[in-house]
Nanobody, 119 residues
Framework: QVQLVESGGGLVQPGGSLRLSCVASGSIYRIHAMGWFRQAPGKERELVVVITSGDTTNYADSVQGRFTISRDNAKNTVYLQMHSLKPEDTAVYFC?????????????WGQGTQVTVSS
């Protein structure tokens, strides 16, 4: 079973920065994609950014130019560097991964980490 554990959330002032981390663990053979989604109170979960095994990235328009995804394949870890944070970035941020494990194809989510942007 593949598990994802996020860290790095917290409270930051508008214009500030945060870096989120997500570690995938388990009997992983291949990761096809990892990324981040977010869900604000009363809203649907939405894509923030996803990176594929071929290093293709897909950013939401609302974060383009402010957020950067990167990964460490050796550690099965993905990072989300967030700059110029705005109050509307406040949400629970969920890590996502899809790939192949010892049990077959997997598609899984982390438990989420809260990001609050407020003065």
């Amino acid at each position: 079973q593949v598990q994802l554990v996020e860290s790095g959330g917290g409270l930051v002032q508008p214009g500030g920065s945060l870096r989120l981390s997500c570690v995938a663990s388990g009997s992983i053979y291949r990761i096809h994609a990892m990324g981040w989604f977010r869900q604000a109170p009363g809203k649907e979960r939405e894509l923030v950014v996803v990176i594929t095994s071929g290093d293709t990235t897909n950013y939401a328009d609302s974060v383009q130019g402010r957020f950067t995804i990167s990964r460490d394949n050796a550690k099965n870890t993905v990072y989300l560097q967030m700059h110029s944070l705005k109050p509307e970035d406040t949400a629970v941020y969920f890590c996502y991964s899809a790939g192949i494990s010892a049990a077959g194809s997997y598609d899984t989510w982390g438990q989420g980490t809260q990001v609050t942007v407020s003065s």
